[in-house]
């Protein structure tokens, strides 16, 4: 049953990609026609390729002007994309005073200011993969879950001094 709208869809899609190049086919002889081989060259490429060549395309500047060298169109997309970014705006003074920076409530900067716990530790260690390649310290994930809960006591006491102190402990 499915078979029928999968031959429905490939026929219609053939039958538009015959009718694009019919179109792009009469494209080329007009362009011919009137001289500019670069436009038939630059459509007989998208036909060849099935996309359009985007070095081949030529740029207008904002008066309608096209330019078609390279330098032109560098120096215009140069021209667009400062104008895009860089743009003027006057802020004045009230208006910085006037935003205010949002407070975090003391039971958020508590929660925060806490060193992790026993059982946060144990979760991570859970949660990370096993018979991976040690890190710098060339221990592997698999000695410390191995450790169970000494070694787990070891790391916490560590992590806790590093939060407390504010300084990694060297040995």
């Known amino acids: 049953m499915a078979e029928l709208p999968r031959r429905l869809v490939k026929s219609v ?24 081989p670069a436009s038939a060259y630059a459509m007989i490429r998208r036909l060849k ?23 032109d169109k560098l120096d215009r997309r140069k021209e667009y994309f400062y104008e895009l970014f860089n743009v003027k705006s006057f802020v004045g003074s009230n208006v910085i005073y006037h935003n205010s920076t949002p407070s975090i409530p003391t039971t958020e900067q508590d929660r925060q200011n806490k060193p992790s716990t026993l059982d946060e530790l144990d ?35 560590i992590s806790v001094d590093i939060w407390q102190n504010e300084e990694i402990v060297e040995n």
């Open 49 to 71: 390729d099935g996309q359009q060549n985007s070095e081949n395309n030529a740029v207008q500047d904002k008066n309608g002007k096209l330019f078609i060298t390279s330098m």
């Open 123 to 157: 979760q991570v260690l859970k949660r990370m993969k096993s018979q991976k390649a040690p890190g710098n310290d060339d221990v592997s994930t698999d000695k410390f879950k191995a450790g169970e809960l000494p070694v787990l006591k070891w790391l916490h006491e």
């Open 13 to 36: 899609v053939n039958e538009r990609q015959i009718a694009y190049r019919d179109e792009l086919s009469k494209e080329i002889e007009t362009a011919i026609l009137n001289h500019d």
